[in-house]
């Protein structure tokens, strides 16, 4: 042992080692994981060594808490929160540990007692990519709020061993690599060997009659395999409430597939393992459904399957029957991805326990609430049933069985009406025929809801306008939100340092308390601290590109921030018009006196998305002229952060001054975004979309820079045949900002390479940049100008933190619980 070591236990009651919470008990214990778990001592670890030694550590504290919740959930056999989610975005889970445990700073100490920086450690942790973007985080957000507010819950979702893929930017394009995030073992995840389901696929199903002579269906399918629980703790704050998010991995039925084996085919009966275990490999990376994906499918149908059996497991060892099923759970469906639950419930019920079809569709009616995430067309899940019959035969007959009885129902309320049964029909019956997953969703489950007033609303206007108009009193808004305390408390500690000085502790739990700062919003001395916590963010940020990008960027110009997935409905090249707007007019007027700004931009594109990877390439192009050229030097900077991730987003919402949120008006459902940035201090220059509408309502109008057409203009405009052509002839400004993109400015005298998305914007434009730009770029002239009056600036970005309160996900989640879950919070002692 090696002395450090063993002088570092000398006197320590080992009890204390595994779960006291004081500097020693830290120290001890980090050393006592290092050498037992790792085999190492302190000379020679690595610094992954360490980290895992004090992942083992924090874990080790998370253990008995999570053990006397499970006990106190069996015993109290409270109603359970099932949230079933293909994609999950946690982020790093090292420091939010720390924070919900309260055990940062004696880690800190304890671990600078061994010559480690603790900040070394969050640095290196490698965050799960399960999902693409505001969905997984969203979902990720839900589990810190259901186990802070003590409700007994479970996510439910896949652990891709590959998630979202890492982005390399090379010669300015996107590049994609695997994201081998498991490569040195993942340390908070707990592996349940013991909990498995046998998940069927295709095959044929035939008729049965039992000994009582009673019709059943028997389904023979051609391949079985296993999917396996792996857990993951997550704690709340403050509190002793663990949850759990399990995630299903797939594994061989056997070890080996015997007749194969027998045959003497042994590296066939291998094969077939590795078939099976590319099930749960890796994450789909696009944000809109490819159709005919079969692996998709097999990766929804996989974790669904799990997750009910795994239900219906907890609920037997409760010794109440099957038809109180929808007693103990609410099982909420994070969009369609999971919809398939409703028919897989309705198999298990009535295949595999018997229950009759009227009973089973009782209990899976009163199972299941779905969420809408998007009202784009393209991203209605849809699967072509030939596909769906290959894999799922028996769930398709169970569709066809459910849709007959819904099309029953909407005939004998609208007599005569075959056009609405068609639109309604779960099937949608152009050939080759599709099974319509929002339809399957929307007659499966009790309640259904859009995630902001204005996506609700549209909701019910649009794309589920017959199923409003059909049953009204199932739909909901149900608000996003995010959580306070991995986005402020964990990633902004000067501001939350700042907040709790000033108005005590409770803020974090009760964030309607931040109206109190209001009151200090012109008080100059307040004033002057505030810029101090925002100014040494925007430093760690320049530090950070300069060592990542090797751009230097001046932390007292105006940092312009747009950071979420590259998409054209989000308009990233509505930014990269205002900033070659700004070169043009600095270079025409080379002594103009401008705000200076640094845009930053991150985020991924879909692999296969062309346009998207095309303005990833014009941002790049962009910021090389733009960074180079000494007529706009100390005026303007661009930056395309590569790779954004969750723990990317830590140092770049408290470093912003500025959020964009440029979405067409009714194409972006919520954002997500958009709420860390404004909780951060940062001001919103936006539309009026998604949550962008209650923000600037809460935060008031004076308080955030709106630009661009309402919802309702922009289907008018493009109803009335909308002509992009003529607004670039008529705004001389715009008309040489894009003749300037063509020309081939940007890209080293080519112009080729810009001339698909500049012909794109000149002729069709279908996320109406072009109507939007004039309003935009006088929008953001208001916004210079305001960064100039330092105090103005401040009282807004105070007043902003202080009225965020409603986007709390706790806000959310209580709603969740009130209107949809009926799920009561449970305290847990330890
Ligand atoms: C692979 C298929 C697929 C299809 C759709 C994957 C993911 C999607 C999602 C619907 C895309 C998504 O993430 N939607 C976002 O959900 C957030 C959380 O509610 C909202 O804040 C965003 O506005 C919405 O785009």
Request: aromatic share 10%; net charge neutral.
């Amino acid at each position: 042992m090696a002395e450090s070591h063993r002088k570092a236990l000398n006197g320590t009651n080992r009890e204390t080692i595994r779960t006291g919470l004081s500097e020693e008990s830290i120290r001890a214990a980090f050393l006592d994981n290092l050498f037992y778990l790792q085999g190492r001592f302190p000379e020679v670890a690595t610094l992954n060594d360490q980290y895992k030694a004090l992942a083992y550590t924090v874990r080790d504290r998370l253990l008995h808490r999570w053990v006397a919740t499970t006990r106190a959930y069996q015993k109290a056999n409270p109603r359970t929160v099932c949230y079933l989610s293909a994609e999950y975005l946690p982020g790093p889970f090292l420091g939010n540990n720390l924070l919900n445990l309260g055990i940062e700073e004696p880690t800190r100490r304890a671990l600078a007692g061994l010559g480690i920086e603790l900040d070394a450690l969050l640095e290196h942790e490698e965050e799960p990519g399960l999902g693409n973007g505001g969905l997984g985080r969203l979902a990720a957000c839900f589990m810190d709020s259901l186990a802070t507010l003590q409700v007994p819950a479970i996510g439910y979702g896949i652990r891709y061993e590959f998630g979202i893929f890492d982005q390399v930017i090379r010669d300015g394009g996107q590049v994609e690599t695997t994201d081998n995030w498991l490569r040195f073992g993942n340390p908070w995840e707990v592996r349940r060997p013991a909990i498995a389901y046998d998940v069927r696929i295709g095959g044929y199903t035939e008729q049965t009659t039992d000994a009582q002579g009673r019709f059943g269906v028997r389904w023979v399918p051609n391949e079985v395999f296993n999917g396996i629980a792996v857990d993951t703790a997550i704690l709340g704050h403050g509190v002793n409430t663990v949850n759990l998010l399990r995630l299903w991995t797939a594994e061989a039925a056997e070890g080996f597939d015997f007749h194969a084996f027998n045959r003497g085919d042994y590296y066939g009966a291998v094969v077939r393992e590795v078939r099976s275990e590319t099930i749960s490999k890796v994450l789909y990376p696009n944000d809109e459904p490819e159709i005919g994906k079969r692996l998709r499918l097999l990766q929804q149908y996989f974790f669904v399957t799990c997750s009910l059996q795994d239900m219906i497991r907890i609920h037997r060892t409760t010794g109440q029957p099957l038809d109180k099923f929808h007693e103990k759970f609410s099982v909420q469906l994070n969009d369609t991805h999971p919809a398939i639950a409703v028919a897989e419930l309705m198999r298990l019920l009535v295949d595999e326990h018997q229950m009759g079809w009227d009973a089973a569709w009782e209990v899976t009616r009163h199972t299941f609430a779905y969420t809408n995430h998007t009202l784009l067309p393209e991203a209605l899940e849809k699967w072509p049933i030939p596909l769906f019959q290959n894999v799922l035969p028996r769930h398709l007959e169970i569709i066809y069985e459910i849709n007959a009885r819904f099309l029953d129902e909407v005939r004998l309320r609208h007599p005569f009406d075959t056009a609405r049964v068609q639109r309604m029909s779960i099937i949608d019956e152009a050939p080759p025929r599709f099974v319509r997953m929002a339809h399957l969703a929307c007659v499966g489950s009790f309640a259904i809801n859009g995630v902001a007033e204005l996506h609700s609303r549209l909701l019910k206007e649009t794309v589920l306008r017959d199923f409003f108009e059909l049953w009204p009193e199932k739909f909901q808004n149900k608000t996003n939100g995010v959580t306070p305390r991995r986005f402020v408390m964990l990633s902004n500690p000067g501001l939350s340092r700042l907040l709790t000085r000033t108005l005590g502790a409770g803020w974090a739990r009760d964030p309607s308390q931040l109206r109190v700062l209001e009151r200090h919003a012109d008080d100059a001395a307040f004033q002057q601290e505030w810029r101090e916590v925002k100014r040494s963010r925007k430093e760690a940020l320049a530090a950070r590109i300069l060592d990542r990008c090797n751009v230097s960027i001046d932390p007292d110009s105006l940092f312009d921030v747009q950071a979420k997935r590259i998409h054209e409905y989000k308009r990233q090249h509505l930014n990269v018009l205002h900033i070659v707007t700004l070169y043009n007019r600095i270079k025409f007027n080379p002594g103009l006196d401008i705000t200076p700004r640094t845009f930053i931009f991150g985020g991924k594109a879909a692999p296969g998305y062309a346009m998207a990877k095309l303005m990833i390439r014009l941002i790049n192009a962009v910021a090389d002229v733009v960074n180079r050229d000494p007529d706009v030097a100390g005026r303007l900077r661009v930056v395309f952060l590569p790779n954004f991730s969750v723990k990317l987003g830590h140092g770049l919402y408290p470093a912003a001054d500025l959020s964009e949120q440029l979405s067409t008006a009714g194409k972006e459902a919520s954002g997500t975004g958009n709420m860390k940035f404004s909780m951060n201090g940062a001001l919103t220059i936006g539309t009026l979309d998604g949550a962008n509408v209650e923000i600037r309502e809460e935060v008031g109008a004076d308080n955030f820079f709106l630009f661009g057409l309402t919802a309702e203009e922009v289907v008018r405009t493009l109803a009335e045949g909308y002509r992009p052509w003529d607004i670039y002839n008529a705004n001389l400004e715009l008309k040489g900002v894009i003749d300037l993109i063509a020309s081939g400015h940007f890209s080293h005298g080519d112009r080729t390479v810009f001339q698909p998305l500049v012909d794109h914007l000149v002729w069709h434009d279908n996320y109406l940049l072009l109507a939007d730009y004039a309003g935009y770029i006088a929008c953001q002239e208001q916004a210079g100008l305001t960064y100039r009056d330092s105090r103005q600036w401040t009282r807004m970005s105070i007043l902003n933190v202080a009225r965020m309160g409603k986007f709390s996900s706790d806000r959310t989640i209580a709603e969740y619980c009130r209107d949809i879950w009926r799920a009561e919070p449970m305290a847990v002692d330890v």
